[in-house]
């Protein structure tokens, strides 16, 4: 869990280092075009590290009740008997969409899954616990887009999901870049 704090503090710091990089320019350590180019490096790199840190990656195990994988920030192990979330995250890349389902257990254990292996035992334990909802037993929070990419639901809720995606990123990425280039003075 510290791993994956330190993971998500870096990639932070990395957006940030924009902003660091204007102050040191106002003083005169640096030239006044720093910050611009801190600016795009910062963005290629969160956009390709924040993704990743909880994604998980060979090898990997599987048991009746734990997903268990490495990922960038080490390894982890969600338990499927008490997921407390489950959510999509949708990337874009070269034309095309790259979805994970991001589980998150009692235990505050975050990982996101990519296999086809690991969305079918994720599958099965949501199933589980829908039928163990009649008799009290909390299920998961699970998105709509979430249940519409594991075939829970219609997947009118994916069709949205990716547009409002595809849209945050935009203009996100559009504003962080206009706020790199008014540090930079341009």
């Known amino acids: 869990m510290a791993r994956a704090r330190m993971g998500s503090g870096l990639a932070v710091t990395v957006l940030l280092l924009p902003f660091g990089g204007y102050g040191l320019a106002r003083a005169g ?6 910050p611009i ?3 795009l490096l910062s963005v290629i790199a969160s956009f390709v590290l924040l993704p990743a840190l909880c994604e998980e990656r060979a090898p990997f195990r599987h048991s009746s009740s734990h997903l268990t994988a490495h990922t960038l920030t080490g390894e982890r192990s969600v338990d499927l008997n ?5 959510r999509l995250l949708t990337t874009f890349s070269y034309g095309s969409a790259y979805r994970t389902l991001l589980v998150r257990d009692a235990h505050g254990v975050r990982l ?3 296999t086809e292996r690991s969305r079918r035992k994720l599958w099965r334990s949501i199933e589980k616990a829908d039928a163990n909802a009649a008799r009290g037993i909390p299920k998961p929070r699970v998105s709509r887009a979430a249940r519409a990419h594991l075939g829970l639901a219609p997947g009118r809720g994916l069709v949205v999901h990716t547009v409002l995606a595809l849209l945050l990123l935009t203009v996100s990425g559009s504003l962080y870049v206009v706020a790199v280039l008014r ?3 341009q």
């Open 29 to 34: 350590v640096v030239p006044e075009g720093a």
């Open 37 to 39: 180019v801190l600016g």
């Open 82 to 86: 008490q997921i407390t979330t489950v």
């Open 112 to 114: 996101g899954i990519t």
């Open 183 to 185: 540090l930079g003075g």
